[in-house]
């Protein structure tokens, strides 16, 4: 079994920064697109971001572009989600996930996933 352990997250007003970390194996981290999903209450889990496994292109949702970005850090076998600007639609439990692909082509390839970590955003 793979182990995606994820962590950061928290409780901030709008307007605020964090930023998520995940530290994947070296196998599956050099070998696999990697992303960032959120579920919200009574909402279906949604895809946040994606990367590839090289790192060299990445994907995000229209909702987050221009103020969340990932990336991966090779050194630490780590994938990170910075996000800025945070907003109260931003709350959700956000999920780090590897995919059975190198390139991110579709969510449903995503099949190894973190523990999910807790982000909220008060007005």
């Known amino acids: 079994q793979v182990h995606l352990v994820q962590s950061g997250g928290g409780s901030v007003q709008a307007g605020a920064s964090l930023r998520l970390s995940c530290a994947a194996p070296l196998r599956t981290f050099s070998s696999s697109a990697m992303g960032w999903f959120r579920q919200a209450p009574g909402k279906e889990r949604e895809l946040v971001a994606a990367?590839?496994?090289?790192?060299?292109?990445?994907v995000l949702s229209e909702s987050v572009k221009g103020r969340f970005y990932i990336s991966k850090d090779n050194d630490k076998h780590t994938l990170y989600l910075q996000m800025n600007s945070l907003r109260p639609e931003d709350t959700a439990v956000y999920y780090c996930?590897?995919?059975?692909?190198?390139?991110?082509?579709?969510?449903?390839?995503?099949?190894?996933w973190g523990q999910g970590t807790q982000v909220t955003v008060s007005s």
């Open positions: 990367t590839s496994w090289i790192g060299s292109e990445t």
């Open positions: 996930a590897a995919s059975s692909k190198l390139y991110y082509t579709d969510p449903r390839d995503f099949d190894k």
